[in-house]
Structures are given as structure tokens and as C-alpha cells.
T-cell receptor
Framework: KNQVEQSPQSLIILEGKNCTLQCNYTVSPFSNLRWYKQDTGRGPVSLTI?????NTKSNGRYTATLDADTKQSSLHITASQLSDSASYIC??????????FGAGTRLFVKA | NAGVTQTPKFQVLKTGQSMTLQCAQDMNHNSMYWYRQDPGMGLRLIYY???????DKGEVPNGYNVSRLNKREFSLRLESAAPSQTSVYFC?????????????FGPGTRLTVT
């Protein structure tokens, strides 16, 4: 069964600290993987996309990694800000219109 | 550009009532989608429209119908609402299929069925 599992479910960190969110997937075939940020009461917004051949991709303070062999991805947030408080969703595309969404990690950044 | 807009933002229905959720995009995208988001679960695809004039079932289509009115608009209809349809509904659009193109999401409609 195609699944995308994210950990932790929720995370609290202090402003200025770094954190890493994990995504494990059992999806086949694999086309690419996206990380989305979803603010409370809003729709998800894409942060980055990783294809099979890419190991690392950065978008400002966000750095995503992909290990296609172990089917794992991570999202690292550097020097967190209060505005980083949101849910982060890992999404795997298998091709065509088939997309598998993880349940998300809820991040709280405290002052 | 407004992006993807949805109406209404909030709705409360009684069991058995019907309603239509409206979605419009102004990005000239070909593909549009309806998802539902429930606590502790990933977004699940209800229906999608790959291009104007076509619609296809997603993962959880039962109890819903859709209409691709034109290239801009894609509506979702609940004919006889049930408490199990209490959820947050998101409309999204992309230039073409989501594998190759980013999906842009609307702000969501929070629906409660009592």
C-alpha cells in the first residue's frame, strides 16, 4: 500500500533553534517528492520539490534532503522564526494524477 | 491575481441537506482538484479535472459530485450531507498534472454536518 509517514507528529522549539522533520514513504512508482507548508486556516504552499536524482535542495532557511534508496526525506529548518509555526506536509507523486499526502508535522516556534 | 478562491469559507449543514462548494482560479490552469483534510490524516483527493470538459474520481468520491463549469471554475456538490462529510475542503489547480507542475491551493471551506 502506498503510504507517506511523517515524524514527529508535532514539535515545539524555541525561536532561533534548528529542527529537522522526517518523511518516510513506501510509494511505487516514485516520480518526485514535495514539501508543503500549511499555515493555520490556509491552504498548503509548496516549499520545494525533489526528483529521484536530487539529494539536497534549499529554499532560504529550508533545506530538503532525499535518499531514494532508503525512501526517506527530511526538511531542515535553520534559525527558526515565529512565522515558521505551521504544519509541514510531505507529498509523493507517483505519476499522472496520483499524489500521496502525509499527515504532516505540526511545528510550534516559541519566543 | 487572486490565485485560487473558494466560497463559502464556513458552512454548517444538517444531515440530508445539499450544498455546492465553489472554486475558481485565475492562473489559466488546465487541471483542478478537490481534496478533503481530516484531523490526523493527509489530504485525500475527492475528484479532479485534468482539463476542461473532463472529470475523474479520486480516492474518496462517494457522496460527492463535481462540475467543471469552464476552465476557471470547478464546483463540488454534496447531494445529501452526512456527518462523515464534516471536514475541511480544499480546491487546488495546476498547469497540468501534479507530477510535473506545482498545485496551488485555495484557503479552504470548513464544513460541519450535524
Amino acid at each position: 500500500k502506498n503510504q507517506v509517514e511523517q515524524s514527529p507528529q508535532s514539535l515545539i522549539i524555541l525561536e532561533g533553534k534548528n529542527c529537522t522533520l522526517q518523511c518516510n514513504y513506501t510509494v511505487s512508482p516514485f516520480s518526485n517528492l514535495r514539501w508543503y507548508k500549511q499555515d493555520t486556516g490556509r491552504g498548503p504552499v509548496s516549499l520545494t520539490i525533489m526528483t529521484f536524482s536530487e539529494n539536497t535542495k534549499s529554499n532560504g532557511r529550508y533545506t530538503a534532503t532525499l535518499d531514494a534508496d532508503t525512501k526517506q526525506s527530511s526538511l531542515h529548518i535553520t534559525a527558526s522564526q515565529l512565522s515558521d509555526s505551521a504544519s509541514y506536509i510531505c507529498v509523493v507523486n507517483t505519476g499522472g494524477f496520483k499524489t500521496i499526502f502525509g499527515a504532516g508535522t505540526r511545528l510550534f516556534v516559541k519566543a | 491575481n487572486a490565485g485560487v478562491t473558494q466560497t463559502p469559507k464556513f458552512q454548517v449543514l444538517k444531515t440530508g441537506q445539499s450544498m455546492t462548494l465553489q472554486c475558481a482560479q485565475d492562473m489559466n490552469h488546465n487541471s483542478m482538484y478537490w481534496y478533503r483534510q481530516d484531523p490526523g490524516m493527509g489530504l485525500r483527493l475527492i475528484y479532479y479535472s485534468a482539463s476542461e470538459g473532463t472529470t475523474d474520481k479520486g480516492e474518496v468520491p462517494n457522496g460527492y459530485n463535481v462540475s467543471r463549469l469552464n476552465k476557471r471554475e470547478f464546483s463540488l456538490r454534496l447531494e445529501s450531507a452526512a456527518p462523515s462529510q464534516t471536514s475541511v475542503y480544499f480546491c487546488a489547480s495546476s498547469l497540468s498534472g501534479p507530477t510535473s507542475y506545482e498545485q496551488y491551493f485555495g484557503p479552504g471551506t470548513r464544513l460541519t454536518v450535524t
